[in-house]
């Protein structure tokens, strides 16, 4: 079993920066973030292939978040930067067999960290 915790969210200016980061415990898989604000349907943010680390970006975010990876620690971050209003979403790690953009690809979900960004 799988078990993903992220941590790193918070109350942020638009223009911010913020660094979430994904613990996982019990194997190591290839990860997404996924987020959901109040309303909305659940969307895709960010993929990393753990092996070999290629990378996959949702098009309202490329240039602006990072997705990256510590095989050692068996974690992954994202790095949020030029943060905008529309960023605010209760953010998601999931894990699975293969980094896709689809939600349904991943077994392993975490329980979410909030994100805010005031304007």
């Known amino acids: 079993q799988v078990q993903l915790v992220e941590s790193g969210g918070g109350l942020v200016q638009a223009g911010g920066s913020l660094r979430l980061s994904c613990a996982a415990s019990?194997?190591?898989?290839?990860r997404g973030w996924f987020r959901q604000a109040p309303g909305k349907e659940r969307e895709f943010v960010a993929a990393?292939?753990?092996?070999?680390?290629?990378?996959l970006y949702a098009d309202s975010v490329k240039g602006r978040f990072t997705i990256s990876r510590d095989n050692a620690k068996n974690m992954v971050y994202l790095q949020m930067n030029s943060l905008k209003p529309e960023d605010t979403a209760v953010y998601y790690c999931?894990?699975?067999?293969?980094?896709?953009?689809?939600?349904?690809?991943?077994?392993?979900w975490g329980q979410g960290t909030q994100v805010t960004v005031s304007s």
């Open positions: 999931a894990a699975g067999l293969i980094a896709t953009s689809q939600a349904r690809g991943y077994n392993y």
């Open positions: 990393i292939r753990w092996s070999g680390g290629s990378t």
């Open positions: 019990g194997s190591t898989l290839s």
